[in-house]
């Protein structure tokens, strides 16, 4: 049974910052791609960033780049996502999630990976 509970959200000022943690329990071989999504209320999912173990290579949006940092632990049980600069934009539930298949993040929906519950951030 793999969960994943993400913690840290809340409500900022723009310009502030967050930082929100996702820790995962389960089996390894589903924390081997991990990443977030977020989503505004009536519109798309958005995956913004990820970590792929496949090939070590670390993904992030366009619109959150050199503004966010994705990590994990050395024990790779807990993911992190560090939200500088943020921006009213920001604003939206943020998922973590985590793809056995590693596809690219942009495609993963909670029917082909595993998410936890969200958190919400809200920057004003």
């Known amino acids: 049974h793999v969960q994943l509970v993400e913690s840290g959200g809340g409500s900022v000022q723009a310009g502030g910052s967050l930082r929100l943690t996702c820790v995962v329990s389960?089996?390894?071989?589903?924390?081997?791609?991990m990443g977030w999504i977020r989503q505004v209320p009536g519109q798309e999912r958005e995956g913004f960033a990820a970590i792929y173990n496949t090939d070590q290579r670390i993904y992030y949006r366009d619109s959150v780049k050199g503004r966010f940092t994705i990590s994990r632990d050395s024990t790779k049980s807990t993911l992190y996502l560090q939200m500088n600069n943020l921006k009213t934009e920001d604003t939206a539930m943020y998922f973590c999630?985590?793809?056995?298949?590693?596809?690219?993040?942009?495609?993963?929906?909670?029917?082909?990976?595993?998410w936890g519950q969200g958190t919400q951030v809200t920057v004003s």
């Open positions: 999630a985590a793809d056995p298949n590693c596809l690219p993040v942009t495609l993963w929906t909670p029917t082909n990976s595993f």
């Open positions: 389960g089996y390894t071989y589903e924390r081997k791609c």
